[in-house]
């Protein structure tokens, strides 16, 4: 609860500390005892990084948009081996996550040019990446004839590209953001 600052005729409040950068363990106990996520207010290129307290570590986990696995600093090989088998076994579930958060800090634009889609991975970064989908390759021309720009959207709910936003939700067409934005 914040509390009065000052004397009491100002009637400023602040807060009785700094809030806390979000901070979300994706993978636990790899290897055991280490916790691995990423802070809200973070570098904009997807990584890993140890956010238990009693490590700093980090992997980079893209470069320009294509999947790599690059440790930042010295970690030791036991913890890079166990990671390394983890992010390549539950890679789609970290990824989804990391565009879950890419979305809610708006680090994801969508240029729309039909039929061509624009995504914009970090838009005003040094890692600012782009993906240009030709819709053409997904839907034949009776399907893009219904298309129109006020019907696509990026949906933070489902963390992906929905089309045809003014259907019932089980006929709108939702292609998962993770697997547009990065390759190998």
């Known amino acids: 609860m914040p509390r009065s600052a000052g004397s009491r005729s100002t009637g400023i409040a602040v807060p009785d500390r700094k809030p ?28 890993l990084q140890s956010v238990d307290g009693k490590y700093k570590y980090k992997v980079w986990l893209e470069l320009s948009g294509r ?18 088998e983890v992010v390549s076994s539950s890679r789609q579930f970290i990824e989804d996550n990391w ?11 969508l240029h ?43 949906n933070h709910e489902m963390v992906a590209l929905r089309l045809w936003t003014n259907r019932p939700e089980e006929q709108a067409y939702d292609v998962r953001l993770s697997r547009l934005l990065w390759s190998d």
């Open 20 to 47: 806390r950068a979000w901070m979300p363990a994706i993978l636990r106990d790899v290897p055991s005892g280490h916790k691995w996520g990423w802070y809200s207010r973070e570098d904009q290129r997807m990584h």
């Open 67 to 84: 999947r790599v696995f690059e440790p930042e600093g010295k970690i030791p090989s036991k913890t890079i081996k166990a990671l390394r």
């Open 99 to 109: 565009v879950a958060l890419m979305l809610e800090l708006d680090w994801l634009a």
């Open 112 to 154: 729309i040019a039909l039929p061509k889609l624009t995504l914009v991975a970090y838009p005003n970064s040094t890692n600012k990446f782009s993906r240009v989908i030709d819709l053409t390759t997904w839907l034949n021309p009776q399907q893009l004839a219904t298309l129109t720009p006020d019907v696509i959207e990026l």
